[in-house]
């Protein structure tokens, strides 16, 4: 009988700016993450006859959602690249990048064109939660491995 595994452990993530620096990860206060496309490739136009028109869109933008411990590393890491962009030149804004690999799923994401949705929510309560870190990516290239 056939089967297969996962771990999340199996993934490593690193997000690059050019003037702030990188940081890798592997599980390190990660909860999960989340890569997502936005553009619809497909988009169909009805005639007022019922004639449908079929377009092939291209585009590859969307968005990786970084769920952080808030007392982690990477929850620090991305609160002070957010914080140095809000200040910097708007020249800095959307040079993130990020690399996912996952080598047991035969999968490697490269997203560039990196910036911030925005800020945050951070929840306080009795016990420590997640914070969801939103960056939309002007490209994601799902690359065979």
Known sequence: MAHSTYSFTDITATLSHPSYGSYSLNGDGTGDMTVS????????DVAADGHI????????????????QQSSGLHN????????????????????????????????YVCTGGAFVKEPDEPFQAQ?????WTILFADIQKLPM
């Open 37 to 44: 496309k936005a553009t619809d490739r497909t988009v169909h």
């Open 77 to 108: 890491w991305l609160q002070g690249l957010f914080n140095y962009l809000v200040g910097a030149s708007t020249k800095e804004w959307a040079h993130l990048t990020m690399n996912i690999n996952s080598p047991v799923m035969h999968k490697t």
């Open 128 to 132: 420590g939660q997640r914070v969801a």
């Open 53 to 68: 028109m079929v377009s092939k869109v291209a585009g590859n933008n969307g968005s990786v959602v970084i769920n952080a």
